[in-house]
C-alpha cells in the first residue's frame, strides 16, 4: 500500500509513530503562516499557503485514520474534526484575500484604501500595550473573533490527543 492510501486494510499506526508524525504535521502547519507573509503573498498570493494547508490536512486524515484503525475504533470522526479545520483555513484565507485587496496598489498596505481589520488590529495592540485598551465592545468581539479563530485548532489538537491515548487493538 502507498503512504497516503485510505483503503480499509492500509497499514496501522501505533501510538509512539503516531504522537511523532502528528506532532510534525503541526508543526508544519504552524510553520506555514510563514507563507502568509507579505513577500509571499505580495509575489505569489495566498495559493502557496492553500496547497500547503490542503497536504497538511490530507496527511493529518490519513494520520488519524490509521491510528483508529489500529485502536480499533470507528473512523468517521476524523473527517468532521478535518472539515471544521479546512473551514477555518477557507475563512482565514478569504479574511487574508481581502486585507490583500484592499491595501492593493498601495505599496506598503497603509493608506486611504487599508482595511478596517488592520485599523482593529493596531487598535488592539496598542491598547493591549497600554493595559487599559478603552475599546470597549469592540475589544469584546476582537477576542470573541480571535476565540472562534482559534476554536478550530483547539479541536484538532483535543482530537489528536484523544486519537493518541487510545490503546492499540481496542475493540469499540
Keep these: 500500500m502507498t503512504l497516503f492510501s485510505l483503503h480499509p486494510s492500509a497499514a496501522r499506526l501505533g501510538r509512539g509513530p503516531f504522537v511523532a508524525a502528528v506532532s510534525v504535521v503541526y508543526l508544519l502547519s504552524f510553520a506555514s503562516q510563514v507563507l502568509l507573509s507579505g513577500p509571499v503573498t505580495g509575489r505569489f498570493g495566498v495559493l502557496p499557503f492553500v496547497v500547503t494547508q490542503g497536504a497538511l490536512i490530507w496527511l493529518w486524515i490519513v494520520l488519524h485514520l490509521r491510528r483508529l484503525r489500529d485502536a480499533g475504533r470507528p473512523t468517521g470522526t476524523v473527517f468532521g474534526v478535518a472539515s471544521v479545520y479546512a473551514l477555518s483555513i477557507v475563512l482565514l484565507v478569504i479574511l487574508v484575500w481581502l486585507v490583500l485587496s ?65 490503546p492499540s487493538g481496542e475493540v469499540g
Design 102 to 166: 484592499s491595501t492593493a496598489g498601495t505599496g506598503d498596505g497603509v493608506g486611504p484604501h487599508a482595511g478596517i481589520l488592520q485599523l482593529f488590529v493596531v487598535l488592539y495592540i496598542l491598547g493591549s500595550m497600554s493595559g487599559d485598551s478603552g475599546l470597549g465592545a469592540l475589544q469584546i468581539w476582537i477576542v470573541g473573533l480571535s476565540v472562534l479563530m482559534l476554536l478550530p485548532v483547539a479541536i484538532a489538537l483535543g482530537f489528536s490527543f484523544w486519537t493518541a491515548t487510545r
